[in-house]
């Protein structure tokens, strides 16, 4: 396979029909049979991917380029999400514009091109997929936790945090799913995932899925202020899945179809095996 062919399969994955702007091909390659994927790929991963013989480096998180400074135009998506818990669409793009400002503010700074010119000169194909794995993860838990959670409407927060544990990822992880708002016999009340969308949207973002009737949401990671200001509106509750092992769940969805087209690949930087 080339690096073209991989790209159109996560899209083909994630149902997508173009390339989101904080994923993309950095330096193409042909002819791919070993490949090493991890959730942050820089220029030591690179170097023992090298060693070991991959024709491929894929990062899950953007580590240069257009796809690191575009990070935060993939955070549209999440009023999509919104939308579909119920949050009214003109409220979901208001209350997720002020994080946009701040991540694009925060990227505008970094240094974009230092995994980029590793890359090249490794002579090493390299590769990000955010969005497509992220979408993933997303899916895979939110049908996970619906189907575990269908016949009880009483469920509380132990409940699901038991449910995400029948999940290999979550089992392996040595960072488990924690309730980080609420307490775990509080009621879950309606269980939402939120993990695509390039990253978290903040506390008015939380806000807005909790008036819309929400109970508990379900996310990968989320900051002090948050958690803060979601203890102070006191009308929701919040599991951290756990971030590596989160975005295990999508890169795991994504390596077996890999497998399945009979390339191997190489787990690493943070991706948990779930075998």
Do not use: W
């Not at 609420?182 to 009340?189: E, N």
């Amino acid at each position: 396979m080339n690096t073209k062919e991989i790209m159109d399969l996560a899209l083909e994955l994630a149902g997508l029909t173009e390339v989101p702007e904080d994923s993309g091909i950095i330096v193409e390659g042909e002819n791919i049979k070993k490949l090493a994927i991890g959730v942050d790929m820089e220029l030591a991963e690179m170097m023992l991917a090298k060693e070991l013989g991959a024709d491929l480096v894929i990062t899950h998180h953007p580590k240069g380029g257009n796809p690191a400074l575009n990070l935060h135009k993939v955070m549209k998506a999440q009023i999509d999400r919104m939308v579909l818990a119920g949050v009214p669409i003109n409220k979901a793009q208001k209350v997720l514009a002020e994080k946009v400002g701040q991540v694009e503010r925060a990227l505008h700074v970094s240094n974009y091109d230092r995994a980029i010119s590793a890359a090249k000169l490794l002579k090493m194909p390299f590769m990000g997929v955010h969005t497509p794995t992220d979408i993933l993860a997303e899916n895979k838990v939110q049908t996970h936790l619906d189907n575990a959670l269908k016949d009880n409407p009483k469920a509380k927060l132990d409940d699901v945090i038991k449910a995400l544990e029948e999940l290999p990822e979550y089992q392996k992880t040595l960072a488990k799913p924690v309730i980080r708002v609420g307490g775990k016999d509080d009621y879950a009340g309606k269980v939402f995932v939120t993990m695509a969308g390039g990253t978290g949207g903040g506390a008015s973002v939380a806000k807005a899925y909790f008036d819309a009737g929400v109970g508990t949401l379900v996310c990968m990671h989320i900051p002090e202020d948050v958690i803060k200001a979601v203890k102070e509106q006191n009308i929701g509750n919040v599991i951290v899945a756990g971030h590596m092992a989160s975005d295990s769940v999508g890169i795991n969805e994504f390596i077996a179809a890999l497998e399945a087209k009979g390339l191997e690949v190489i787990r690493m930087s943070g991706v948990i095996d779930p075998k």
